[in-house]
């Protein structure tokens, strides 16, 4: 048994879309959210900015002891995992890998399509991860800029079906029957994006594989909180706390959090 927290990383929202499925499938853990809002978006950045940025909020996760850390973000993933895996002894659990595998089982055609961030896309860490798991399978990967600070604003439903339909042209012509979200900011424009593919589309979203993947590591290292313990979740930005806060009870659908800023650098 161990009732430490679990900690969540995202450049900045998205990442809540990872936590609430985590919270869904063990309502029992306490959890540890931050959104490196400041920073965001880290799809643009390099390399050596998105690892020097993710390490700051790992070990901010690191100083309040949490007992595995979730990359609830594809770029943090498929940039900076490998080099902060081995900087620290806690587990890393990424949404790549997930997404990949929750890909591969999906797809009945062998062919897939994964919309994402500059830096995701350009480190073809989906095609590998997907080839790996079934080399026949074919992946178009297609970067969509413009997708993570759309969600990160939440504008009106309008100008959300404008941007996403401009964006998602890229994928007219391509063959797929599976779709894979890999950005973790995109399940939060889930019905504009079906609305432009279509319903015919299988939408492969990586957040449901993290939780089941994080539940059996939990299971299999005995890190389980103890039954009846005293839950919590918390919740911070490098940003600002009010919107945050805002945006974040909107989400995750709880008019009791509060999110507090924090200075991740520190
Ligand atoms: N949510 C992040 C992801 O899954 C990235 C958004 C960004 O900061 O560019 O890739």
Same mark, same amino acid.
């Given at each position: 048994m161990d009732n430490r927290p679990i900690g969540v990383l995202?450049?900045?929202?998205?990442? =809540?879309? *990872? =936590?609430?499925?985590?919270?869904?499938k063990m309502p029992n853990e306490s959890t540890i959210f931050i959104g490196d809002q400041a920073n965001m978006p880290y799809g643009d950045r390099s390399r050596e900015e998105i690892i020097s940025l993710t390490r700051d909020s790992v070990n901010f996760l690191l100083s309040k002891d949490v007992k595995i850390i979730i990359f609830g973000c594809n770029t943090?993933?498929?940039?900076?995992?490998?080099?902060?895996?081995?900087?620290?002894? =806690?587990?890393?659990i990424g949404v790549v890998q997930s997404g990949a595998l929750?890909?591969?089982?999906?797809?009945?055609?062998?062919?897939?399509?994964?919309?994402?961030?500059?830096?995701?896309?350009?480190?073809?860490?989906y095609l590998k991860e997907i080839q790996y798991r079934d080399p026949e399978i074919q992946v178009s990967e297609f970067a969509q800029p413009q997708l993570a600070p759309l969600a990160e604003e939440d504008p009106s439903e309008?100008?959300?079906?404008?941007?996403?339909?401009?964006?998602?042209?890229?994928?007219?012509?391509?063959?797929?029957?599976?779709?894979? =979200?890999?950005?973790?900011?995109?399940?939060?424009?889930?019905?504009e994006i079906v609305e432009v593919v279509g319903q015919d589309k299988k939408?492969?979203?990586?957040?449901?594989? *993290?939780?089941?993947?994080?539940?059996?590591?939990?299971?299999?290292?005995?890190?389980?909180?103890?039954?009846?313990?005293?839950?919590?979740?918390?919740?911070?930005?490098?940003g600002e706390a009010k919107k945050?806060?805002?945006?974040?009870?909107?989400?995750?659908?709880?008019?009791t959090i509060n999110g507090y800023h924090v200075n991740a650098e520190e």
């Open positions: 995202d450049s900045g929202l998205g990442g =809540l879309t *990872v =936590l609430k499925k985590v919270i869904e943090a993933t498929a940039v900076a995992m490998s080099t902060i895996q081995k900087e620290i002894p =806690l587990q890393i929750a890909a591969a089982r999906t797809t009945d055609t062998k062919n897939v399509a994964v919309i994402g961030t500059n830096a995701t896309v350009d480190s073809h860490s309008d100008i959300k079906k404008v941007v996403v339909k401009e964006s998602l042209a890229s994928l007219k012509d391509a063959d797929y029957d599976t779709l894979v =979200l890999g950005c973790t900011h995109y399940p939060l424009l889930r019905d939408i492969v979203d990586p957040a449901d594989q *993290v939780a089941q993947y994080t539940y059996n590591v939990l299971r299999r290292d005995g890190l389980f909180a103890a039954e009846g313990h005293d839950t919590k979740h918390e919740y911070y930005t490098t945050f806060t805002e945006i974040t009870r909107q989400w995750m659908n709880d008019d």
